[in-house]
């Protein structure tokens, strides 16, 4: 029996070494497996709630595209004793981002290089020759999170990482990437019935600040981003004039301002330019006040015939309608959520001053816009198209309605005493991406020429010619054609975008001039920065125990309001008591009044102490929510993990003793 016993005691003994044996194999082998997934096998499993370790299909783009090694070198501050606290886990998901970076690269073309400038190094002066930007540290000491990108001779830097850009931190990376890999320079071309290049006095010149001859700021910065070598002006910005009909194979980007009075042959230049992939941008405007002020004045008797003004209206309605878009050149909006103080006690609510709120800060094109200034904006109405892809960037409020030019203009005061909201959200900017058919399916415009040509042969049987017939009419397969549409122009004019500091050197009044570098930059970097989404941080809120928070508070508050109200009935009650008493009767109280009165109070304490107690409850009820995240957070994992051991160990061990 003590034979038995003893052989029981040796079999559980082997049990339990086998079975701890067992786990730490396995405990091993899920280790190893790790280890080899994530260094050998390109796969894994995105389970954050933003994607925020899965690039965008735009830089997986930029990255197939690559033919030329590319260095990205992440200059990073080691020393945590001096490297702010906060900054310590962004670098680390910045670095986990560069991975990305080289996991997506099919033909190992991407090489990450991680230096530690550290102070008074070789590392630190290689970081200073890159113009990174050191930060102070806590050692009194600088620190670095920058990055350097090169391919072959050419490279491009991020200064600081800032954290307040972590959503655009993907964006900028592939940025600097297509900038440094491209051939050449973008090209851009200008077409624009304003005198964008230097013109006449405008209708916002201040006093004494005479005419303004020079170019607008927006031309000036243009030519200082695509032409900086001024031994070769006029390379990389053209301007085309209105009357185009060809649009050159090396232009990148055709900017449109106020393109009043655009030709059919121009138009046609245009959709032959984006069916090949080319990028359009334009800002269309229904009323012009810049425009405006190019009317001729009203003909004295005897005097010489004036020439013509620019038309205060422009549009693109060929084009437009073939993209499933229509423009609203007859009238203005007025939007009293966004309207603009004129004088201290007029507004017009066709001055537009838009703020975040009306805003897509999902898109990289618009997420770093805070604000705009728009005078006299028309808006778009958007009708699906077949291919085509509409985002809305900007839009007004639904405190808005449509107005005619000239009644806000003279009396905007009456549009308001007037005013009758929509409902609806107009949209303010637009961008147009995927596959467009032609505006024009019958080939290109006959010309004036051409058209008498036709009516003097009318009647004859001429030979008929042969014609080889060229033109496009969808998108080109590689092609990436974009179009970028805003409803207003004059807010790329110098008085509504850009001011004067106390050095009187340029600045920037609102976002109006940078919304334009946006849109062009964005579309010099080809279809693929445009589908670059904005990445979520990767600082995560307590979002959760808020929500729970407001859940418990939903309970409570209903409650403690009522209770809080009759508190306050009682205090009327008992004060209209008082009051009709009268002044001569404050002091002699009559006993019913007294008793009322008694009860009354008697009530007021019994609902102050009972709204207290519901405070202190509502309080409870959070404090254990937030005990119960923290236990779960700290103690729940390991428990399951524990647990699952112990199930596993028990079945094994029935297994076993079954044999």
């Known amino acids: 029996m003590s034979a ?27 280790i190893a497996l790790n280890l080899l997934v994530s260094t050998s096998v390109p796969f894994k499993i995105d389970l954050t709630e933003d994607k925020i370790h899965t690039l965008s299909q735009g830089t997986k783009d930029v990255l197939e595209g690559l033919d030329t090694p590319v260095t990205m070198s992440f200059f990073v501050s080691k020393d945590k004793d001096n490297m702010r606290p906060e900054l310590i886990p962004f670098a680390k998901r910045v670095d986990s981002l560069l991975k990305e970076y080289e996991r997506g ?43 350097t990108i090169t391919c072959l001779d050419r490279k491009s830097s991020i200064p600081f990482i800032d954290p307040n850009r972590e959503q655009m931190l993907e964006y900028d990376i592939s940025r600097a990437i297509v900038e440094v890999t491209r051939e050449g320079a973008p090209k851009v071309a200008l077409m624009s019935a304003l005198p964008v290049q230097g013109g006449p006095a405008t209708p916002f010149a201040q006093p004494g600040q005479g005419q303004q001859n020079r170019p607008w700021q927006f031309y000036t910065q243009l030519k200082r981003d695509y032409d900086p070598d001024p031994t070769d002006f006029g390379s990389n910005l053209v301007d085309l004039g209105m009357n185009i009909e060809v649009i050159p194979e090396d232009v990148d980007v055709v900017l449109l301002v106020h393109p009043a009075g655009i030709t059919e042959n121009a138009q046609y230049a245009l959709d032959q330019f984006l069916l090949r992939g080319g990028n359009i941008v334009a800002f269309l405007d229904s009323f012009s006040a810049v425009a405006a002020q190019s009317q001729p004045q009203r003909q004295q008797f005897g005097g010489a015939p004036q020439a013509p003004g620019i038309p205060t209206s422009s549009n693109m309605e060929k084009l437009l309608n073939a993209w499933g878009v229509n423009f609203e050149a007859n009238q203005v909006l007025a939007d009293r959520t966004y309207e603009t ?82 409902g609806t959200e107009y949209p303010l900017v637009l961008r147009l991406s995927g596959t467009f058919v032609t505006a024009f399916p019958q080939g290109k415009p006959k010309s004036e020429e051409e058209v008498e040509e036709v009516e003097e042969v009318e009647g004859e049987d001429p030979e008929p010619k042969e014609t080889k017939e060229d033109s496009l009419k969808e998108s080109m397969e590689d092609g990436k054609g974009s179009v970028f549409l805003a409803a207003d122009s004059d807010m790329l004019f110098d008085a509504l975008a850009v001011g004067r500091d106390l050095f009187g050197r340029t600045t920037y009044r609102n976002n109006n001039i940078p919304l334009l ?52 009935e009682l205090s009327g009650e008992i004060s209209k008591l008082m009051q009709e008493q009268g002044n001569d009767q404050m002091v002699v109280i009559s006993p019913e009044v007294a008793n009322k009165i008694k009860e009354l109070r008697t009530e007021e304490g019994n609902a102050s102490k009972r709204r207290r107690e519901l405070s202190r409850d509502l309080r409870k009820d959070i404090r254990k929510i937030e005990n119960k995240i923290k236990n779960l957070n700290i103690a729940g994992v390991p428990l399951l993990i524990i647990l699952i051991g112990i199930v596993h160990l028990i079945i094994r061990r029935i297994k076993i003793s079954a044999r």
């Open 4 to 30: 038995t016993k003893e052989i029981s005691k040796n079999k559980s003994a082997h049990v339990w070494l086998f079975s701890a044996i067992g786990v730490s194999l396995v405990l091993g082998i899920v």
């Open 105 to 147: 690269s099919s033909g190992d073309f991407i090489e990450i290089e991680r230096i530690d400038p550290s102070p008074d190094s070789e590392d630190e002066d290689r970081a200073k020759l890159n113009n990174l930007q050191g930060i102070p540290g806590r050692l009194n000491e600088p620190a670095y999170l920058g990055l």
């Open 341 to 422: 103080a004129q004088t201290q006690t007029s507004n017009n609510p066709s001055v537009l001053t838009i703020t975040r709120e009306a805003v897509n800060k999902d898109d990289t094109l618009t997420t770093s816009i805070r604000d705009l200034l728009m005078y006299f904006s028309g808006v778009f109405y958007v009708s699906e198209k077949e291919g085509v892809e509409v985002e809305t960037l900007i839009k007004s409020s639904p405190k808005s309605q449509l107005v005619v030019p000239q009644s806000v203009q003279f009396n905007p005061d009456q549009v308001i005493q007037n005013f009758k909201a929509s």
């Open 517 to 568: 570098e946006n849109a062009v930059e964005q579309a010099s970097g080809g279809g693929s920065l445009m589908s670059i989404r904005t990445r979520g941080s990767g600082r995560r809120p307590f979002s959760k125990f808020k929500e729970l928070a407001e859940e418990a508070s939903e309970k409570l508050n209903e409650e403690i309001a009522k209770v809080t109200k009759k508190e306050q």
